[in-house]
């Protein structure tokens, strides 16, 4: 049972250029998240998902978007990348929320230089 | 806007001691919370979860929570040097926990 699968592991960014951080899921969980953290800090939410063609903003979603197209797939798209954007991101689901864990992929580690 | 606070730490404490973590959180609304360990470079792993006031055991892991002071609380006897991490507290955002907002962690060094 794979989990949470997150691609690339590592990636290094110049300023202005575009990516898509990959999240794969496989325990069929509605619920779907993107967090970003800073060196020492907690998790910041970028954006969260409640089902296959629903996203919504968190608390820090400028620079990024994202689409959920299907139940297992999140992506998370970085326009016009920024030195402000490097951080550790992780993408998690969750069955419930309010009652259950949300389960974390291993983590892209994103360099803007 | 809900918010979740913890002291950062370091905490210390040696081998063999009780390690105690301490979370407030400020929406009086909350009715679930979490308890996640994060290694260094690692994702976080959930460790306990609790929705009742009172205790949770679990090993030596026990939680507590005090809805009316609003404070959530991790209990680590017998800390291992492998116990070292950072913990970090979650609470779902509202009420219908769409989401979860995390405390910035405590880190957490047991000496051998």
């Known amino acids: 049972n794979a989990g949470v699968t997150q691609t690339p592991k590592f990636r290094i960014l110049k300023i202005g250029q575009s990516m898509t951080l990959q999240c794969t899921q496989d325990m069929n969980h509605n619920y779907m998240y993107w967090y970003r953290q800073d060196p020492g800090m907690g998790l910041k939410l970028i954006y969260y998902s409640v089902g296959a063609g629903i996203t919504d903003k968190g608390e820090v979603p400028n620079g990024y978007n994202v689409s959920r197209s299907t139940t297992e797939d999140f992506p998370l798209r970085l326009e016009l990348a920024a030195p402000s954007q490097t951080s550790v991101y992780f993408c998690a689901s969750s069955y419930s929320p ?3 864990e ?3 992929g291993q983590g892209t580690r994103l360099t803007v230089v | 806007q809900k918010e979740v606070e913890q002291n950062s730490g370091p905490l210390s404490v040696p081998e063999g001691a009780i390690a105690s973590l301490n979370c407030t959180y400020s ?4 009715q679930s919370f979490f308890w996640y360990r994060q290694y260094s470079g690692k ?3 959930l460790i306990m979860s609790i929705y009742s006031n009172g205790d949770k055991e679990d090993g030596r892991f026990t939680a507590q ?3 009316a002071s609003q404070y ?3 209990l680590i006897r017998d800390s291992q040097p492998s116990d070292s991490a950072t913990y970090l507290c979650a609470v779902p955002r509202d009420n219908y926990g769409q989401n979860f907002v995390f405390g910035p962690g405590t880190r957490l060094s047991v000496l051998p």
């Open chain 1, 98 to 100: 309010h009652s259950t």
């Open chain 1, 102 to 104: 949300a389960f974390f």
């Open chain 2, 27 to 30: 929406d009086r609304g909350s």
């Open chain 2, 43 to 45: 994702s976080p792993e």
């Open chain 2, 65 to 67: 929570l005090n809805k």
């Open chain 2, 72 to 74: 959530v609380s991790l």
